[in-house]
């Protein structure tokens, strides 16, 4: 219909004008919106849709990114497990993983942040706060941006 071709068009990953005193190769996820931003030069930006962390669950800081992988393993944290009992403490990676196609593993100073940039089995929820806190992106979106982040790439989530 009509008004899902708005909905898709709407959320669709688009280079625009994002003029910012970061360097090129940084992302920033603005979570109030609900996008994510890898800086181009020129005043120009790769803006992506996501999911963001619900309320309590949100993270906000400067991270880098310190590794990459592709169809990761998922392995809930422990403090996810006490949440969720029900979670498995681990699932291979896959099409059928929450983790999606690729992630972004964040750290501060070398230590693990356990927040991650990730792709998701459930597109349906980007665009919404519901994640525990990783930032979640369609699966074609989160390939297109592994393809361009680098590792100790600095990350900024707002």
């Known amino acids: 219909t009509q008004a899902e071709g708005y909905k898709t068009a709407k959320i669709a990953r688009a280079t625009v004008d994002y003029p910012t005193r970061e360097a090129h190769g940084t992302v ?5 919106e609900r996008r994510l931003y890898y800086v181009l ?4 930006a790769v803006r992506y849709p996501v999911a963001v962390g619900h309320a309590g669950m949100a993270w906000a800081g400067t991270a880098e990114v310190d590794r990459k992988g592709e169809w990761p393993d998922w392995n809930p944290p422990p403090e996810m497990l006490a949440r969720r009992p029900d979670l498995p403490k681990r699932l ?10 690729r992630a972004l593993y964040l750290a501060e100073g070398k230590k693990d942040t356990l927040f991650r940039i990730h792709g ?3 597109p349906e929820k980007i665009g919404q706060a519901v994640s525990s806190g990783c930032i ?8 297109d941006l592994y393809a ?4 100790g790439a600095n990350v900024i989530v707002r």
């Open 28 to 32: 920033i996820v603005v979570t109030k």
């Open 41 to 44: 030069p020129d005043g120009k």
């Open 92 to 101: 291979e990676g896959g099409p059928t993983s929450p983790i999606g196609a």
């Open 120 to 122: 998701t089995n459930e």
């Open 136 to 143: 979640r992106m369609r699966n074609e979106d989160v390939k």
């Open 148 to 151: 361009r982040v680098s590792v």
